[in-house]
Every structure is written in C-alpha cells, then in structure tokens.
C-alpha cells in the first residue's frame, strides 16, 4: 500500500498567515488522485481538494493544492480563525486508499 | 439532499463482534461507492474498505482483511459494516462516506459526504 508523510506534525501560526502543509507518498501516486481534508474538533472530515489542485464545491479560494507524483502541498494563502484544525490527505490511485498521519494547524 | 445516517454507539466486549449500518437518502443507491474510515480516540482516519452497491464488490484495507465484512441491503438502501474479534485497539469513531460526480467525471474513492459517525467502545 501507499504510505503518505505528512510534515509537519504541528504548525504553529497566527490568524493572517499563509500555512504551507506538505503530503509525501512513498511511491508514485495515479493520475494526482490526491485529497485533502480538514477535520474541526467533534466534525467528520471535511473535503477541501480533489485531484491534487481541484476545491471542492464551497471551499474558499484561500486553499489552493499542488503537487503531482509523490510530493503535494496544500496551501492556506491566509488563515481565518476557523481554519484552525487538523488536515489530512488521502490517495485513492491505488485500490487500496490510504490516509496521511495529519498535520494540525494551531494559533500561535 | 445527500444523507447518511448512522447507527448509534455501541459498547462491546473484547472477541465480540459489532455490525454498524449507514442508511443513505437522497441519492440513487446503487449508482456510488461507500468507504468505511475510522478514527481512533486522538488519533488519525484510517481507511478500511469500499463497499460498491452496483456490482456487489468489496475491497478491504489489508489490516483488516478477515476481519471485517462490508455488506448491503438494497431493500432499504443501507450499507453495513461487521468487524469481528474485537480488541480494545478498535475502540473508534466509525464513518461512512460517499464520493460525488462532477459534470464530466466522477470521484467515487473521496469523501464528500460523510455519516455522522458511530462510536464504538471495546471494553470489558
């Protein structure tokens, strides 16, 4: 299966800053299938991108995903109070999906 | 609108078995995939299998191949899932969730919609 390292484990920011969140597959990852989701405390997952770069109907234009074979980004251009969670990406290239360890966004 | 509509928590004892259902509305049943992701208390989603409503197949995370069975009732348009040989390491939040179509293709592996979740604690 396709194992996905995210980095960092924590980042640490203040409202107004851009957060750079990193998605690292140990081997190629099928026509981008990539994902990224927020989880709030007490929510279910939250689909933010799809097919590494497209946003989900209703997610802000502050989130932006990057990124092709094994190396991906998703960006935050300017965090609001509420983006202040935990992220995770997934890959569906493979039959066997597979989830990152996720990267939790705290207010500095 | 989509709906998924899980079952309520549930308590076990370790060895037992536990059979969490997702009813979904809103949406012609046989035509999307459903996944079954859990959570772990503080931890991260792990994925576990698919369950394909139209062709009656199923693939499983190999963590939990012989342990798990994803099944389906068409009748009532709800999906099922049944992990058996329970330890305390599967006390967790269990959800099901749904991909969507877009105007030109479709996503059935991603999570747009997802159940409510249903706790599950393994505990004797």
């Known amino acids: 299966e396709i194992v996905l390292t995210q980095s960092p484990g924590t980042l640490s920011l203040s409202p107004g800053e851009r957060a750079t969140l990193s998605c690292r597959a140990s081997?190629?990852?099928?026509?981008?299938?990539l994902a990224w989701y927020q989880q709030r405390p007490g929510q279910a997952p939250r689909l933010l991108i799809f097919?590494?770069?497209s946003r989900a109907t209703g997610i802000p234009d502050r989130f932006s995903g990057s990124g092709s074979g094994t190396d991906f980004t998703l960006i935050i251009s300017r965090l609001e109070p509420e983006d202040f969670a935990v992220y995770y990406c997934?890959?569906?290239?493979?039959?066997?999906?597979?989830f990152g360890g996720g990267t939790k966004v705290d207010i500095k | 609108q989509v709906q998924l509509v899980q079952s309520g928590a549930e308590v076990k004892q370790p060895g037992a078995s536990v059979k969490v259902s997702c009813k979904a509305s809103?949406?012609?049943?046989?035509?999307?995939?459903i996944h079954w992701v859990r959570q772990a208390p503080g931890q991260g989603l792990e994925w576990m299998g698919i369950?394909?409503?139209?062709?009656?197949?199923?693939i499983y995370a190999q963590k939990f191949q012989g342990r798990v069975t994803m099944t389906k009732d068409t009748s009532t348009s709800t999906f099922y899932m049944e992990l058996n040989s329970l330890r305390s390491d599967d006390t967790a939040v269990y959800y099901c969730?749904?991909?969507?179509?877009?105007?030109?293709?479709?996503?059935?592996?991603?999570?747009?919609?997802w159940g409510q979740g249903t706790l599950v604690t393994v505990s004797s």
């Open positions: 081997e190629s990852v099928s026509s981008s299938s």
């Open positions: 809103g949406y012609t049943f046989t035509n999307y995939y």
């Open positions: 997934q890959q569906y290239g493979s039959s066997l999906l597979t």
């Open positions: 097919g590494a770069s």
């Open positions: 969730t749904r991909g969507f179509c877009g105007r030109t293709s479709c996503y059935m592996e991603v999570g747009l919609y």
């Open positions: 369950n394909n409503p139209s062709g009656d197949s199923t």
